[in-house]
């Protein structure tokens, strides 16, 4: 069955993650390269075991490469900024999981369709994918005033990139949970806990509404936003059904369970925006596909 | 020469715990007034989880936080007026912002194992000109050895001085002495201590690392502050003029300060048996205050959330893990 060619840009853990998913789980898509700086990196190793191609100077080659359609970046935010103009110009479609914010913000579940059609796809963050569709679900019941989100994550699952630009996340979410969340204002806190066994990202959501909560339709909401979720990020579970918490203010939690195809089951901050963006790209060559077919 | 310790007053800051967030800029003003009558060199303010922190997770101020800010500095006289800043909550954009209004000082709090997360505060914080200490969080949780890679961490981002938090209240002097002595052996920057009174021994932690070489110390009027409150800042001044050590205070303007504006707050700092058990289980102590509601809203002991919350191991910040906790164990206690 024909494919649609993609590249991994960064060979990073996310990187990696990525590459595994593609193989494992993903029907449309067939990845044709790698692009990296280090001959020796773990994921430009890896890369060569499974017979992908890979390149170590610049992206060049990538650009140059009309079969491959579709690009994941999984560098740096500020290294997208300076290879989205390229991406596009060679009319490669970009799959974001930098904080670089240069496309709309998607998260799939709420938006993906909105969005389809974009050159850009920026993946927001990890609390933002795991929080933004609780907000929108009680969004779509009534008006939220104010929404704030806390994800809490295992210290080993935040790399350096993370800790060095924790501003970033806080201030990428917030914007997130108004956006996509649809909330009038939104606030986001990030704690790191280094407890061993490390813990699941876990997340709490309170959404503050204008009007008295209407907590059945909320619940009922929920349920069916999150049942959409867990069909691309098996391991998300509501711990705490939407609750009353002071005035007006729903309260919710959710774990994030990893499905360990690279990264360890307690990283699910890092496996839902990698189930995101493999989702996406997978449901976009599907219809490029079955568009090429008809 | 005798020796001089550097007491930085956080009633405005972590006193703002035990009077839930509640600081009109009057009252604020107020106190700072007075700790600036008499002689107090430092003087922190602002939500009890920092800047920014006014939210659904830890309580909403019930002023603005930076009409709050401005009182105090308008009535600081020479005092520094420092802000607490913890990565995760509040950002560099608020640190700029009271910069700008004339905050001189900013510790950066970071759990005790996560100094990393400060790097872009504190280099922000020197580059604008300010006083930059790293502060690190729950510090009963690790052994000297990694509490020095930390704070070796944050002299290599450019902190001046770096801060052991005995957040949880739960060491005893010892504990205090062996983290002091070895930071102070293995680190040029000065060192500082900041103790809870939840198992009765801020005045005798303080003490202590005092004693081990410490630089700075944490006080707050009457105690005032999260758990059972920190070390009574006028209490300091007292035991350390009797021992000869130089504060740079007058002794009776600063019990004046106290007996003016605390009791006037209506809060009265005691080891009932929640801050006891917060000292006992080694959590984080603004948790004092949430345990008791959400105990209250399932019907709880709040004494088995807290020993829970410690068996977890969570950290600073986390409060949303006491709702989650007490709602398990509600749930446990339904089905029994």
């Keep these: 069955m024909k494919k649609i060619k993609c590249a991994i840009v960064g060979p990073g853990n996310i990187g990696i993650d990525l590459m595994e998913k593609i193989r494992k789980r993903s029907q449309n898509l067939e990845l044709a390269m790698m692009v ?70 998607v998260v799939p579940v709420v938006n993906f369709e909105e969005h389809f059609d974009s050159a850009n796809i920026n993946l927001v963050t990890c609390g933002g994918q795991a929080t933004t569709p609780i907000v929108a679900a009680v969004s779509r019941v009534q008006e939220v005033e104010y929404a704030e989100i806390v994800s809490t994550l295992a210290s080993k699952s935040a790399g350096p990139g993370t800790r060095i630009n924790i501003d970033e996340f806080t201030e990428t979410t917030s914007a997130a949970l108004v956006k996509v969340g649809g909330a009038k204002r939104g606030k986001a806190i990030i704690i790191l806990n280094p407890a061993e066994p490390p813990l699941m990202m876990r997340n709490t959501v309170y959404c503050r509404t204008k009007d008295a909560p209407d907590l059945a339709a909320i619940r009922e909401s929920v349920g069916r936003m999150v049942a959409e979720l867990q069909k691309y990020v098996p391991g998300y579970r509501v711990t705490m059904e939407p609750e009353l918490s002071g005035d007006n203010t729903v309260v919710t939690m959710v774990q994030v369970e990893g499905s360990g195809d690279y990264l360890p089951p307690y990283a699910g901050n890092l496996d839902i925006i990698t189930c995101a963006a493999v989702h996406m790209a997978d449901t976009w060559a599907a219809r490029k596909l079955e568009g090429g077919r008809r | 020469m005798a020796k001089k310790i550097r007491i930085i007053d956080t009633t405005l800051r972590d006193g703002s715990h035990a009077i839930r967030h509640t600081y009109s800029p009057e009252q604020a003003g107020k106190i700072a007034a007075a700790l600036a009558k008499a002689g107090a060199p430092t003087i922190e303010c602002g939500h009890g989880d920092g800047i920014s922190g006014s939210s659904c997770q830890y309580g909403f101020m019930k002023y603005d936080e930076y009409e709050v800010l401005q ?266």
């Design chain 2, 71 to 336: 009182a105090v500095l308008d009535n600081a006289g020479d005092a520094k007026v420092g802000i607490l800043l913890l990565p995760g909550i509040g950002t560099v954009e608020d640190l700029k912002r009271a910069h700008e209004m004339g905050a001189g000082l900013v510790r950066v709090a970071t759990h005790v194992t996560e100094a990393d997360v400060g790097e872009q505060h504190i280099k922000m914080a020197r580059e604008l000109g300010m006083e930059a200490i790293g502060f690190l969080m729950m510090s009963h949780m690790e052994p000297p050895e990694k509490i020095l890679e930390q704070a070796k961490k944050f002299e290599s981002y450019g902190a001046s001085a770096v801060y052991m938090a005995d957040s949880a209240g739960a060491m005893v002097p010892d504990d205090a002495a062996a983290r002091v002595s070895y930071l102070k052996e293995h680190l040029s920057l000065p060192v500082g201590f900041h103790a809870h009174n939840n198992l009765g021994l801020a005045i005798g932690n303080s003490l202590a690392a005092v004693n081990a070489g410490a630089d700075y110390i944490d006080g707050t009027l009457r105690g005032l502050g999260a758990g059972a409150g920190n070390a009574p800042h006028e209490v300091l001044t007292a035991v350390f003029h009797k021992l000869g050590i130089e504060t740079g205070e007058d002794l009776y303007a600063i019990m004046d300060a106290a007996e003016d504006n605390i009791p006037e707050l209506g809060v009265q700092m005691i080891i009932d048996k929640y801050a006891l058990s917060i000292g006992y289980a080694g959590v984080y102590s603004s948790f004092f205050l949430h345990a008791k509601r959400a105990a209250d809203r399932y019907g709880l002991d709040a004494r088995d959330i807290l020993i829970e919350l410690g068996r977890l191991r969570t950290v600073g910040g986390q409060e949303d893990m006491i709702l989650d906790v007490a709602y398990r164990l509600a749930q446990q206690k339904k089905e029994k």
């Design chain 1, 36 to 105: 990296g700086i280090y001959e020796d990196s773990v994921g430009i190793v890896k890369a060569k075991e499974y017979g992908v191609r890979t390149e170590i100077h610049g992206l060049q080659p990538l650009l140059d490469d009309p079969e491959i359609e579709v690009v994941f970046e999984a560098t740096s935010a500020s290294q997208h900024l300076k290879n989205a103009p390229l991406y596009k110009e060679a009319g490669k479609k970009a799959f974001d999981l930098t904080p670089a914010a240069v496309g709309p913000y």
